[in-house]
């Protein structure tokens, strides 16, 4: 996968991209429910430029596993309900959620902020 972000691989907010920098979301997403953009999608308006969006995780999850922004996927555990996730994602590829042994199918539970 080609990486196409004009701001990597310099980090760090400075210059233009001072005048701007993403600290609130303008928009969001339902990933997992019912009508969701679901799993294994690219999140929209987040590939070009690559600029990822923020999670939102409702409940108990055992693994996350996301492409980030730079197009690496990358899985996470023991993520804790209720968590704000600042993490950059073009994808949610799966979830599972504490006590389920499949993918996480309700409805405001993983949400993408950007």
């Known amino acids: 996968m080609v990486n196409d972000n004009i701001y990597s691989p310099r980090r760090t907010v400075e210059g233009t991209f001072a005048a701007n920098p993403r600290v609130l979301a303008h928009d969001a997403l339902d990933i997992a429910g019912p009508g969701g953009l679901?799993?294994?999608v690219d999140i929209p308006n987040t590939l070009h430029p690559a600029r990822g969006a923020?999670?939102?995780?409702?409940?108990?999850?055992v693994?996350?596993?996301v492409i980030m922004e730079s197009g690496e996927e990358i899985t996470f555990a023991g993520i804790p309900g209720g968590s704000w996730c600042p993490v950059l994602v073009t994808q949610v590829?799966?979830?599972?959620?504490?006590g389920s042994p499949?993918?996480?199918d309700l409805e405001g539970e993983i949400v993408a902020l950007f």
Request: hydrophobic share 60%.
């Open 54 to 61: 923020a999670l939102y995780i409702g409940l108990d999850l």
């Open 38 to 40: 679901g799993f294994g």
């Open 102 to 104: 499949s993918a996480v």
């Open 63 to 65: 693994t996350l596993t």
């Open 93 to 98: 590829v799966s979830a599972v959620a504490v």
